[in-house]
């Protein structure tokens, strides 16, 4: 099977270079769901680069009939994050000119769909076929006229250039995979939508995290927002449904780095996640159940800690340690300008569950981050 590639223009430099995104869609011999997957949005998280570089090579030795639908993959999906430096160190977590994080600038259709209640009033006995043809007919429409506006002669700022050209590539997926990794140092984990946690553990990653607490705008959670709030309606008038479309933000351990398991784990769940999903055959999956714990912890259960003081990091615990209350996290090695000889602090966890994320620099300024425990 051969993809078909097309190079989109996205935005054009002062250098007179253009910028453009390259999507390579496969197309099965069945009609089927459409499966969106992209990489990089944050320009230091590279590891989905790789995953789907494995997956571009292992799709073009299936035949057709192995695929039941489409599967569009998008890799170094922020050219301008992507190619960012700061020193030796990639960033590409935000937008250099406006600030914005790169993840929080999204079309979420919910704050644009004042008439929810109405829709679901009027159409909550349709078939579900049919109300989520309905449904999304009026996303899209929504979605164009929105951002009709950048073709306009007074321009777009470039996020709404951005979002606007991504969004159109994954508006109407039925599956959206989003592969970032940690800023920093993290364990594989994946983001899943409410109600959406029955098929969190075919990823087969260390843990999941259920978005009960959207801090929103987040591709993931534009995607799939605006259908759990049709769903929340739906309820409400006495019929409980869930469409089959799923979004998940895939965290391939850490920033900057290739790491080779977290790859292999981020290439071994999609394709056992999609396996499960009836849309890919492919040799040796589905993958026999996981024999590891999958913990699913709520993101209201996620706790930070950031440095009490200004100093330099020793001694802290190691991602993935399992921690209870008391336990030393953290020691920071302070130095002053009292003319008195440096101190140590040392700070104990709040919390009861297990260290997920670190922090790369070792090197604080009080107030910056130093770790995260997913509290359980
Ligand atoms: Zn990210």
Known sequence: MQPNIATLPLCQMASGDRLSLQVY???????????????????????????????????????????????????????LGVNQRSHHFATGRYNPYSGEDWNRIFWDYEQFCPDLKDFAQAHHQDDLDSLQTRYRHRLLDSFAQHHSHCQGSRGAALTDIYRYRLQSLCADADYLLDLHSSSNQALDHLYCGQGRS???????????IVLDQYDGNALDEAFLKPWVALERELRLLGRSVQFDLESWTLELGSGMATNPQSLSRGYDGILNYLAHKGVLQAPGYPLPPSAEPFPLV????????????????????????????????????TYNKYRTLPATITIESQDVGFVFDCSTNESMNQGEYVLSIAAI
């Open 298 to 333: 709520r993101k209201s259960q996620l706790r930070r800690y950031y440095a009490v003081a200004g100093g330099f990091l020793r001694d802290r615990v190691a991602v993935g340690q399992a921690v209870q209350v008391g336990d030393p996290l953290y020691t920071l090695v």
């Open 25 to 79: 869609r496969f197309v099965g011999h069945h009609p089927g769901k459409k499966v969106y997957i992209q990489s990089n949005l944050h320009g230091a998280e590279i590891a989905g680069n790789g995953v789907i570089f494995d997956l571009l090579t292992m799709l073009q030795d299936l035949e057709t009939e192995c695929l039941r639908g489409e599967i569009w993959l998008v890799p170094v999906c922020n050219p």
């Open 198 to 208: 029955a098929s969190a553990q075919s990823f087969q990653v260390a843990f999941g």
